[in-house]
């Protein structure tokens, strides 16, 4: 399935729900219309499988469908405003999945081992990248050369292209340089550094990456590793950069997160050369890590 925020993702789950609705007009459908869509949705399309999470995300989608139809008066009132996930028991599950550093120094020596990893060059290389700087799957993805400065050591990601439409400074550490550079080779003259192999023009499938990961785990490529997806990554970086001696928050900045409180509201400093300092002492112990056959990390409680 697309991912929900994506413009196929959107397009299925409101196919979902009018699946369901039919040719009722929007002015005319009731909130026991959408209760009934909902609940219908919830029950899932297979024997013993429900799908609550899903008829949670149709519902966001539906009440910015009516905010909108509200503004433009095509509806006196949003019939489904009052409604919650919690209704339907489709909350959001948090994940909170921390991997330990000698367990990412693993996962970097199965994706250097073609015996190990059987994904194309690209994918590997995206996974990598993703461990090494923290940044978010399909920011690292879609990534364009226009964007990187290889000799300055700096990604410039658009406001456009992240999550809180904020433009983001990523400070590249040597390691992670050269496995970009490794690149310019396959998809150098292109516009996309992740260019997909099989589509030309295009940025791998945001997807690829967890894919690769997952066959690991299904391979038993990774027996010793906790079971994560690509997203840990993001997290296991936040959490273990204090491991290394980094303030807390210095975490939160190399993510593009809003920091929150006082400490947001009045402090403006970017923290760029602290910043730098910590992408590069990451990659440095995680490729140091990586290189011994065998390791182990004594770490802080998360």
């Not at 015996?115 to 940044?135: H, M, N, R, S, Y």
């Not at 292209?161 to 150098?188: D, F, N, Q, W, Y």
């Not at 996309?192 to 038993?220: M, W």
Request: hydrophobic share 40%; with cysteine.
């Amino acid at each position: 399935m697309a991912k929900k925020n994506s413009a196929p993702g959107v397009l299925y789950r409101f196919t979902r729900l009018t699946e369901i609705l039919g040719t009722k007009k929007i002015k005319d459908v009731s909130r026991q219309d959408i209760i009934a869509a909902l609940d219908t949705i919830a029950e899932g399309r297979k024997e013993g499988r429900t799908a609550k999470q899903l008829a949670g995300e149709v519902l966001t989608l539906a009440k910015r469908l009516w905010r909108f139809a509200k503004a433009r008066e095509w509806v006196p009132v949003s019939c489904v405003e009052e409604l919650s996930r919690r209704d339907f028991d489709s909350r959001p599950k948090k994940r909170d999945v921390t991997l330990r550093l000698d367990e990412l120094a693993v996962i970097l020596r199965a994706l250097n081992n073609p015996l190990q990893c059987k994904a194309d060059p690209v994918t590997i290389a995206a996974l990598k990248l993703l461990i090494l700087t923290g940044q978010r799957e399909t920011e690292v993805t879609n990534a364009q050369w226009a964007e990187l400065d290889l000799g300055a050591g700096v990604w410039v990601l658009p406001a456009e292209r992240t999550k809180l439409r904020r433009a983001h400074l990523v400070h590249l550490a040597p390691e992670a340089i050269a496995i970009v550079e490794s690149l310019k080779p396959l998809t150098g003259k292109g516009l996309y550094v992740f260019e997909s192999p099989n589509k030309a023009g295009q940025p791998i499938y945001g997807r690829s990456v967890n894919n690769a990961l997952a066959t690991l785990f299904k391979r038993n490529q990774l027996p010793n590793v906790t079971r994560c997806r690509v997203h840990d990554f993001r997290r296991t970086l936040i959490t273990r950069l204090p491991d290394l001696g980094f303030e807390p928050f210095l975490g939160h900045k190399i993510a593009n997160h809003i920091l929150s409180g006082v400490f947001a509201h009045y402090n403006h400093n970017t923290y760029e050369q602290q910043r730098e300092k910590a992408l590069k002492a990451w990659a440095r112990r995680l490729e140091t890590l990586a290189a011994v056959s065998k390791v182990r990390h004594l770490h802080y409680a998360a």
